[in-house]
């Protein structure tokens, strides 16, 4: 079975990507931001996961209004970036991991999520500027991907108690995956924000902490809202905290905090960081 390690959960302001760019990480508006990142980016160089498994939302790369499906799983060989529009560096293709991805698309169809396979799939900023943030330098990656989009463009919107049972099925599936891979799982995007409409720049701070508080200990609580209610709460882009519900819900040992960070604003974003270090399995492993 593979080992979860745990899970860490990040905003993807494609801001990010040019402040990379152009080495501004010390600079007075980025540093509180930046500095979020060295203990997480220590702990995955110890615990050293073979993949990673990314929910993000795409934001017109790969899928646009014409065609958009609201879970989709990529089970290629490889994944290659490309600008969507943003202006921000290309990184180096991800390498897949095309049998876990079967996998997991397995599971989840057995557990009647009617998901969209992606043998082809291209990756925006929401996978890139987190994966750049767990692993920088711009060399080759470390882990093999595992990318599933969640439609949280154009509504309806999946609820976050579908977001969770998402997360809880791809669990499932890397507990019961045979070969002994050690796996983290990313949810990026959020925390509150809204870019355009008469609300542009909303953000809710006591909403946004206490979802990263419940997101440690009390998950199921995020499940009570509907997807309406996100946004009302969170702003129309905050329903990419959706990412971090179904993320967290793959963790089914006991789960611990790592580190967190939250910073208002970066761009248009209440920027939010949360680790968490998943012990044990819903599964146990044989001896
Ligand atoms: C911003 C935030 C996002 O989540 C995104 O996908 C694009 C832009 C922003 O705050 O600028
Ligand atoms: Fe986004």
Not at 65 to 77: H, I, R
Not at 93 to 106: C, K, M, N, Q, Y
Not at 217 to 236: C, M, N, Q
């Amino acid at each position: 079975m593979a080992t979860i390690v745990g899970s860490v959960m990040t905003s993807h302001v494609p801001a990010i990507g040019r402040a990379i760019a152009k080495d501004l990480q010390a600079d007075a508006y980025w540093k509180p931001f930046f500095d979020g990142y060295p203990p997480v980016q220590q702990w995955l160089a110890r615990v050293k996961p073979d993949v990673a498994v990314v929910f993000y939302q795409d934001h017109g790369l790969n899928f646009f209004l014409d065609a958009m499906p609201t879970f989709a799983v990529g089970a290629a060989a490889e994944y290659v970036n490309a600008d969507e529009g943003w202006g921000i560096p290309t990184v180096k293709p991800f390498r897949g991991d095309a049998p876990l991805s079967w996998h997991i698309i397995e599971t989840l169809i057995a557990d009647e999520f009617d998901v969209t396979t992606c043998q082809r799939m291209k990756v925006d900023h929401a996978l890139t500027l987190p994966m750049t943030l767990m692993w920088p330098g711009g060399g080759d990656w470390p882990v093999r991907i595992v990318p599933i989009t969640m439609n949280h463009v154009q509504h309806p919107l999946p609820s976050p108690k579908r977001s969770y049972a998402l997360g809880e099925s791809v669990g499932r599936a890397l507990e019961s995956w045979d070969e002994d891979v050690r796996v983290v799982v990313l949810g990026t995007g959020g925390l509150s924000h809204q870019l355009d409409g008469t609300r542009a720049g909303f953000i809710n701070k006591p909403f946004d902490l206490m979802c990263m508080d419940a997101l440690v200990d009390d998950p199921r609580k995020l499940t009570t809202y509907s997807a309406l209610d996100i946004v009302r709460e969170a702003g129309a882009q905050g329903t990419e905290l959706m990412a971090w519900i179904a993320a967290r819900a793959t963790l089914g040992g006991r789960v611990t905090k790592l580190h967190s960070n939250y910073h208002v604003p970066i761009s248009n974003t209440a920027a939010g960081l949360l680790a968490l270090q998943n012990h044990g399995a819903r599964i146990a492993k044989a001896a």
